[in-house]
């Protein structure tokens, strides 16, 4: 009897530990954290080369899209350079001269060959005519070198130019004009490019909840500023604890196609309680 007692008290207090740890878990997942609402990327555009700012094609506030010129630089020298690359690049005045001396060589040497097939010519001659053939070919190959390095100067000289140009690396918003026509860069920065589209929300949470989420899930956002709640997913979880403050980041994506969101806002972040079950 008094065994059936004790194991019924055992029961009863794996029964309560088992509904407490429960009720931590049911917390866990509908506990809010703070977080922030940031740019996905924020690019402090440089030139690749040194030079002073001719002019600047966008100004603060504008949109921009990948690849669009945003600033050129003085260009005077690479623009004549460039040109007489053009130029030269067309030459083939030197192949078609060692074309024809070529074919010239080709014919004096037939010639040559039946003069002494005949006792007409001496050996002498013959070998004269070959060494010029020979000549001829190897002239003929030093100017198709010569015009294929003219292409890479094309090419180099297209390059250098392009280089005057500064162009946006992401599609994205100017927050910072840095820079003006008439400026001397080399190192500093242009402009800042922040990219809206989709932003970061970023939050630290507590070692206890290490390992519970994983990319792909869902979580609200409710903005500080901004009326609504939102919807963001988890796309980067922290691999290891801070040791310092016992906590882990984790990084959301949060749609932001019309740019009605405003960044570097706080926010509150709160777990969905059915992505935190379906885990467990």
């Known amino acids: 009897m008094n065994n059936i007692k004790t194991k019924i008290r055992i029961l009863s207090v794996f029964m309560v530990a088992l509904l407490g740890v429960n009720n931590n878990l049911a917390l866990a997942d509908t506990e809010s954290h703070e977080c922030l609402i940031e740019p996905m ?92 053939l020979r000549v001829a070919t190897a002239a003929l190959t030093q100017a198709q070198e010569n015009y294929e390095l003219l292409q890479l100067d094309l090419t180099r000289a297209v390059n250098l130019l392009d280089q005057r140009t500064i162009v946006s690396p992401i599609d994205g918003v100017v927050v910072e004009l840095q820079t003006f026509p008439g400026e001397f860069i080399y190192e500093n920065p242009v402009m800042t490019i922040a990219q809206l589209h989709p932003l970061r929300v970023e939050v630290f949470l507590p070692g206890r909840l290490f390992n519970q989420y994983v990319k792909g899930d869902k979580a609200k956002v409710q903005a500080e500023l901004d009326d609504g709640q939102l919807t963001a997913v988890v796309d980067v979880v922290d691999p290891l604890l801070d040791t310092s403050s016992g906590t882990y980041g984790v990084r959301l994506l949060l749609p932001n196609s019309d740019r009605t969101i405003t960044s570097g806002q706080k926010c509150q972040l709160e777990f969905s309680s059915t992505v935190a079950s379906a885990e467990q």
């Open 41 to 132: 990327v924020v690019a402090q555009v440089g030139s690749q080369t040194q030079g002073v700012v001719d002019e600047l094609l966008v100004d603060r506030g504008e949109t921009v899209k990948k690849g669009q010129a945003i600033a050129r630089l003085k260009s005077t020298v690479e623009q004549a350079n460039l040109q007489q690359a053009q130029t030269r690049a067309t030459m083939k005045s030197e192949i078609n001269a060692r074309h024809a001396d070529l074919k010239l060589a080709t014919q004096t040497l037939n010639r040559m060959k039946s003069l002494h097939a005949k006792n007409l010519a001496p050996a002498q001659h013959k070998d004269e005519a070959e060494a010029q």
